[in-house]
Structure formats: C-alpha cells, structure tokens
C-alpha cells in the first residue's frame, strides 16, 4: 500500500490555503509516500494503482476526507511500523479522480504536521493512532527573526534566477507572505531535495531551526548551480578557442606553404623516413614501416589515427634492428670477472665459459663448410644464443649471477620480472587496435637495452600466473625456444623480430610449479644451497667488505673473527642462501658507525664471538633435534621446499581407541598415500617388530608433521613416517643425530628420491651427523660439498630393515614368527 507517483506543488497567496482543522480523530488511515515528504500548506498529486491504496483513498472520501501521510524509511521496502518515520502530514483529500485503467488520481493539500503512535490495524490498509505535533513560532518583534526570513527570502530569490525550472515572478509572489511556517514550507518543497533532507526540516520543532536549515540547503544548492553555469561556461570557451586555434594554424600553415618553410610534419616525416633507412630492419619490417610512414603522410595531424601511426613508428625505428654488442671472447678475463663476483659455483661459471669459447672460435674460423665445400643442409636456424634456468633457494645468488654474466660478456643486462604476471599481452604487447596499445615488457626491454643481443633474465619465471586474460607461460614459448625465436612476433608490432642472439636466463626456486612445455626448452642448472664452510668465505670475501663500504666504515675500522661469523651463522640464520647473514652482519656494521659518529670508540675493532651475542642479542635458532627424538614415536626427516633443504619432524603417538589413523600438518595428497603406506607395512612387519597385534587394534594413531600453516607433499618421508610408528609402538627413540629420505613401497622396499644435495646441506646446517638414503641415491654423493661428506655419514639402505637397524636406538631381532603362532600365543 503505497503511493506510486510524488510530485510537490504548493499554494500561493490567494489560493486555497489549510483547512480549519477543529478536533483530531484519535485515529486515521496511513498512506505511506514512497519518495519525498509531504509539506503542511502545500499541494500534492499523487497516482494510486495498488488496491490497499484505492480503498483508503475511496473510504477517506466518503467520510472526514483526511489522511496521515508519512514517508518511507527505505522505498525499496514494504511499509511496516518500521519502516515508516514517527513524523508525517495530515493531508486533506482536495479532489479524486477515477480513470480507465482503474487507477485513481488524488489531489492531497497538507494541513500540519502529524506525530504517529500505535498501529492499530494493518488490513485493509494502515491505521493507526495519531496526535498533532506543535511547533514553536518565531518572535515577532526579535531582529534575529527579521534578519533569518530576510536572508532566506535573498537566497530563494537568487535561487529562482539560477534555476530554469522555476517562474521569474514566483520570487515576488514569495515576498508577499508574511506568516514565517507558510514560507519555509512552500520553499522548502520547491527544492531538489532528497527525502531524508526534507524529511529533517519536518522533524525540526521550531520555526527558527527550519528557517535556519532551509537556509542552509538553499546555500548549498546555489552553490551547485552556480558551479554548474561556469562549467558550462568554459565548455564553450573552450570550443571557441578551439575553433580559433584551427583556424589560426590552417592561416599559418598558408603563410608558411608562401615563405617555402618546413612545416612541423613535414621533418617528422623525413626523420621517420631517415631512421628507417639506417636502422636496415629486415624486409618484412621496412615494407610495413614504409606503408605506415605513406598512410602517415596522407592524415591530417588533427586525425584520430595520425597518433597511433606515429607511435607505432617511433617505436618500430627506435629498435636496435642491427645494432650488436661485441663479445668480449677474452676466457681468461671472464673467469676473473666471475670469480670476483661470486664464489664457488663451479657449474655455472664453467657453462659460461663454454659459451664464450664457442663464440670465440666460430669468430676466428668462421662458418665451418660440408667437404664438398657447399653449405650443409640447415633444417633450423643456427643458434647464436643460449636459454638458461637457473633454480634453487632465495638468496644463493642467480639474480646477481646474471647481472656478473652480462659483465663478463661485455652485454647489456636487462631484467623483467614475471612474478605474479597473469596477462599474456604483457609478453606479447597488445594489438594496435586497442586505445594506448604498446609493445610487450620483452620488445620493451630490447628497445632500453639498445643492442638485440643481451643477457635477458626472467625472474621468477615459477611464480607466472594465469587466468581469463591469458597464460603468460603459454607466451613464453615461442620466446624460449631457439627453433622459434628467430621470428618472434609482438602483437603491436606484427613484424618478426630476431631474439636468437639473446642470452636468456630464467631463475626460480622450484621446477615444479614451471609447466612442463616450458621447463623442457630450458637447460636448468641447480643452485644448492651453502653450507656453513662456503658462507663464511662468502661473508669474509663479499658480504663484510660490501657491508663495510654501505655503512661508511673504512678499512681497518671494524673487523670479523672466524668464530665470530661461524656463530652469527649458526645461531642467528638458518637460510639456504645469505640474504640474512648480510642483514645480520650489516646490523653489526651499523652499531660500530654508531660508536665511531658519538666519538665514543677506538680507531680499531675486532668482532670476536662474545661480542655478537651482545650486539645482536639472545640466539635465534639452536638445535632442537635431541630434544625432539628423546620421546618414542619421533623421526627426523629432510625435504626440499622453495626456499632450500629442510628438516622436517614426522610426530606419531597412540591412544586408545578403535582402530583410526588421523593425518595431520597441511599434507599433500601423495604425502598421505606414503602415511598409510607406512601404517600398512608396519602393521604387515608387527611379528618382526615384536609388536602385538592387539595394539593396532585397540589404539587410535594420529600422525602430524609440524608446522602445520605450511602445504607439504612428496613421497620421500615415507621411511621417516615408519620409522616414527615404529618408534611408537616399539617404545624405542629414534638416533637424535640420525636424518633420513626414501620413498617405501608395501613390500618395504625403500625407492630412490630427488634433492639429496639440498637435503644433507639441510641435514649438515642442522647439526645431524648421519642421514640414512636409499641405495640407488649413491651416484648424488658425488655432488655434495666435501665439508658435508667429511662432517657427515651416509648410509644406503635398499629395505626398511636396514633403515631401522641404523634409525632405532635398539635394533629389532631378526627373526619373525609365523602369523599363526603369534595368534595362538594371543589366545
């Protein structure tokens, strides 16, 4: 039941003003309006259609003629108790119309103002319990009084002058009414208000405060359309000045044709057109240059396509089409040059330098010929680059790595970072159709670089996304690929550019996550992490000296004790790489630059051990491998995550119960599969093991491995995880200073697993003296750093036996009664 239609009006002087209203009935029908607020002395017609509506207005009729008309809250609800305002208009019905349709048009004059109480019945329509709501009347005779209706009559004059929906003489019809409630009412409807607004200058109880709120909104919306009259104002300005301007430069462009002068356009088309020649693209390129550079010089400069032509030759002539760095092929000064920057990294280095003395001697040999001495048959494009993925944990240094390749080359470097890419024009560029189109990050980079032969590192080529707008990954294809990238095609350009003389290097910290496409056309190189040996060289021959220059320390000013960094190493990181260990070592820095700008210090400082605990404060990590395996049911495995080898503790107790087992710690789908493998081939060993069968079957087994907010998945904790149930239901503690890795099957043999580098780098760091593997690990040994192989002990196991006659503190027996016997020993 509501109003369909609001549509103020209001009553002049001489027309027909509130009716003599004598005593109020105690209760009168509600006709709730759903926009807008019915004012006392003002008129309103309205548009009924709903039938709850028609009837109120019909029975109103036949009667007293009066109605309680209050706003809705919210219009977009049902009128209800609450969603009505306590404070409304008693209206008198003026006229009522029936048309055709069936609707019924009304004519409501407001008479005063309406406080709602009960809701006495709500079928057919509303009723409810009402009581006039008086309003204190402004002092005559107060000069404060004059001084508000002066004012208000001043602005709603201006008001009427700005607007053009209103009558020029409605202001002088205004000035003629001398009762102050009548004024505010009768402006106040003829202002764009929104409901809430006019529903507060009802609520306000004083004239004194409608006055002043009336006022307040009148100043407001003048403000509005005076802003809006200046906008409109400098829109044509400028049009006009526009339409000078135009025709100004056409007179110009005249007086210049006459003089013999050179206009603007004219030298960018020939510093196009000199550009293309010199840059010697290739065929294809020049043709489109060249047909772009025609279509160029038959627009108009004021054209919406001369912008996007010239765009797109600035950026096809500004291409290093020809323009090569010369290597610098000397091996020797590129090893220095390698050496200097990084330590070890034998591999790497060793790479680069076979690519350097490829290029050195296809240089001074040149092509080589078939014996016939006609060129051999070339089924792909000869290779001139190389595409490299260097992986491992953050900070080992590929990214710095790349940037020490460039140097030792002699090449530019750029760098794109591919984190969290997930638009596949931001490889490809986007079409030329599109408004701001440009060039991808690739052809972007080539064009800073100035040369299209650099060292090109794509960072964390792991982390590429992928969504609606493309797989970027997808994009790298042809990039990558050395049968493809001869010719690779920037959607805004469309033109082949040549990417095979660029040195590609990609870094990650997993290989899984890199589609398997993509993986395959790079050759991956695997960076392990350090072990404490390899950073304290690192710290003593890049890290200090470089933290000693950032910090403004001078030679001699602050030195490190061996044991000192040892102990900054092992109590105050636990890293694969030397991102902490600089930070670590630079905050020591940065206490000595202190002392020396307070004057407080000597001239020469040596850090010894004693001195990094009080600087640094109380150690951060310590071995907790001792502690942890001291109770049954404990084994320490090591894994590989994205940021290096880790430890890892696989947990089991037992309680009573019925036979459940409960997996815990964020586990991969595969890692659960290997903790039920493990339950299975404990449960098929318990005559071996001496276990009784009854504890499978009255305990429940829950299985967690900690760190718990971290996802694990693999197969190689599988002999870890036997081990641990084994531990429980043997009640034997597993070896504290004893890691281990292995896939197990059912029949309990232990399977060969990947990253045995990264994991007895894990399992040295964290202080464990033996790590058991399988046995077809045996070939990984060669690559493990040799502090690792003097510091540490491996043992290769081919079955689960083996593992826990070397895991357990006590052996288990070597024999294994028959299922039948054990059962009749249990009966």
Not at 107 to 133: D, N
């Amino acid at each position: 039941m509501m109003s369909d239609e609001f549509e103020p009006n209001f009553t002049m002087p001489g027309s027909i003003g509130p009716q003599r209203l004598g005593e109020l009935p105690p209760v009168l029908p509600i006709l709730p309006m759903k926009s807008g607020v019915l004012f006392p002395f003002t008129f309103v017609p309205l548009s009924l259609s709903s039938e709850s509506s028609i009837q109120l207005v019909s029975e109103a009729s036949v009667g007293d003629r009066l109605v309680g008309v209050f706003a809705l809250k919210n219009p977009e609800l049902p009128a209800s108790p609450d969603n009505l305002y306590e404070l409304g208009t008693l209206a008198f019905i003026q006229r009522m119309l029936r048309k055709d349709t069936g609707d019924v048009q009304v004519l409501l004059q407001g008479q005063t103002r309406l406080q709602r109480g009960e809701i006495v019945s709500s079928k057919p329509y509303l009723r409810a319990k009402i009581s006039r709501a008086a309003e204190t009347p402004l002092e005559k005779e107060a000069i404060l009084s004059e001084a508000l209706l002066t004012n208000l009559t001043e602005l709603y004059t201006k008001y009427i002058g700005l607007s053009s929906q209103l009558p020029e003489d409605l202001g002088v019809q205004i000035t003629r009414l001398s009762d102050p409630k009548q004024l505010v009412y009768l402006i106040g409807a003829t202002l764009s208000l929104e409901p809430a607004e006019a529903q507060s200058i009802l609520e306000l109880d004083t004239i004194k405060d409608k006055v002043q709120r009336v006022s307040e909104l009148l100043s407001h919306q003048i403000e509005v359309l005076e802003l809006g009259r200046k906008i409109r104002s400098q829109a044509n300005s400028e049009m006009e000045r526009m339409q000078r301007e135009y025709i100004l430069r056409e007179q110009l462009k005249a007086i210049q044709n006459e003089l013999g002068e050179g206009d603007t356009q004219r030298r960018r088309l020939e510093e196009f057109r000199s550009k293309i020649e010199e840059s010697k693209m290739p065929e294809e390129a020049e043709k489109e240059a060249q047909r772009e550079l025609d279509r160029l010089q038959s627009l108009q400069p004021g054209s919406p396509e001369y912008p996007m032509i010239e765009g797109y030759l600035d950026w096809i002539t500004s291409l290093p089409w020809s323009n090569v760095s010369q290597d610098m092929l000397e091996i020797k000064r590129a090893q220095e040059i390698l050496d200097e920057d990084h330590y070890d990294l034998k591999d790497i280095k060793e790479r680069i330098l076979e690519y350097l003395s490829v290029r050195k001697l296809k240089a001074e040999r040149g092509k080589p010929q078939a014996e016939d001495d006609k060129p051999p048959t070339k089924l792909r494009p000869e290779r001139e680059g190389a595409i490299i993925c260097f992986i491992g944990p953050p900070g080992v240094g590929k990214t710095s790595l790349g940037v020490s390749i460039a140097r030792a080359l002699g090449r530019k470097f750029v760098r794109m970072s591919l984190g969290g890419i997930r638009d596949e024009a931001e490889i490809r560029g986007h079409r030329r159709t599109y408004i701001g189109a440009v060039p991808g990050r690739i052809i972007q980079s080539i064009r800073r670089a100035g040369t299209k032969n650099p060292v090109f590192m794509f960072d964390e080529i792991d982390k590429v996304g992928s969504d609606w707008r493309g797989d970027p990954s997808s994009a790298l294809l042809e990039v990558l690929d050395p049968e493809q990238n001869a010719d690779f095609r920037d959607n805004y350009l469309n033109v082949p550019f040549d990417l095979s003389q660029v040195l590609f290097i990609a870094t990650a910290n997993m290989s899984d996550t890199i589609p398997a496409p993509l993986r395959d056309r790079m050759e991956i190189m695997q960076l392990s992490g350090y072990t404490d040996h390899e950073k304290l060289h690192i710290a003593k021959n890049y890290l200090i000296p470089r933290q000693l220059i950032e910090n403004g320390l001078r030679e001699g000013e602050l030195e490190f004790n061996d044991e000192a960094v040892l102990k900054v190493i092992h109590d105050y990181t636990r890293e694969a790489g030397v991102r902490e260990l600089e930070r670590q070592l630079g905050t020591i820095c940065r206490k000595r630059a202190v002392e020396l700008a307070r004057g407080e210090a000597q001239q020469m400082q040596r850090i010894e051990v004693k001195d990094v605990t009080q600087v640094l404060g109380k150690e951060r990590y310590y071995s907790e491998a001792k502690e942890r395996t001291e109770v049954p049911g404990v084994a320490i495995g090591v894994a590989v995550t994205a940021v290096g080898g880790e430890i890892l503790f696989v947990e089991a107790t037992k309680m009573a119960g019925r036979k459940s087992f409960t997996l815990t710690g964020q586990l991969g789908a595969v890692m659960k599969e290997s903790a039920l493998t493990a339950y299975s081939l404990v449960k098929s060993k318990a005559g071996w093991l001496r276990i009784e069968p009854r504890n499978f079957e009255r305990s429940d087994v829950h299985v967690h491995v900690p760190a718990g907010a971290v996802p694990k998945d693999g197969p190689s904790a599988g002999i870890t995880m036997v081990t641990a149930l084994t531990s429980l239901f043997t009640s034997r503690p597993v070896r504290a200073d004893v890691g281990m890795t292995g896939e197990i099957t059912l029949r309990g043999k232990v399977l060969p697993v990947g990253g045995i580098k990264e994991k007895a780098i894990a399992g040295h760091r964290a202080g464990l003296k033996t790590l058991i593997i399988p046995k077809h690990n045996e070939k990984d040994l060669d690559d493990l750093p040799d502090t690792v192989k003097d510091e540490m002990s491996f043992i290769l196991v081919d079955t689960i036996e083996e593992v826990l006659q070397h895991a357990l503190e006590e052996a288990p027996r070597q024999m294994e009664p028959a299922v039948e016997e054990l059962r009749h020993t249990h009966h």
